[in-house]
């Protein structure tokens, strides 16, 4: 059974920063691109910054842009989320999610991973 389980997430002030993990288990995601989604209340789910298994191609929303970066080990099935200079605006839940081993599609769009985490809470206070 393939799980991805997200840590890190809670409450912190503007300014501040947290760094979430995501731990894969049940199968090996080491030639699977890898992403971070969120989603805030009300609003559809967009990816906040994705990496190619390799880390050769990364991508990062404008909106956490110099702010945010993301990192994997291959060794540990892990992918990591560093977060900086939080605004409230970042506040939403996050997921880990992860496509299939050599997915030739974008990574743009959540239809386009196959494997989701349960989400971690992220709040961001003013």
């Known amino acids: 059974q393939v799980q991805l389980v997200e840590s890190g997430g809670g409450l912190v002030q503007a300014g501040g920063s947290l760094r979430l993990s995501c731990a894969a288990s049940?199968?090996?995601?080491?030639?699977?691109?890898m992403g971070w989604f969120r989603q805030a209340p009300g609003k559809e789910r967009e990816l906040a910054a994705a990496?190619?298994?390799?880390?050769?191609?990364?991508y990062y929303a404008d909106s956490v842009k110099g702010r945010f970066a993301i990192s994997r080990d291959n060794a540990k099935n892990a992918v990591y989320l560093q977060m900086n200079s939080l605004k409230p605006e970042d506040t939403a839940v996050y997921y880990c999610?992860?496509?299939?081993?050599?997915?030739?599609?974008?990574?743009?769009?959540?239809?386009?991973?196959?494997?989701w985490g349960q989400g971690t809470q992220v709040t961001v206070s003013s």
């Open positions: 999610a992860a496509q299939t081993p050599n997915y030739s599609g974008t990574y743009l769009y959540p239809g386009e991973y196959a494997y």
């Open positions: 990496s190619t298994w390799s880390g050769g191609s990364i």
């Open positions: 049940g199968r090996t995601f080491s030639r699977s691109t």
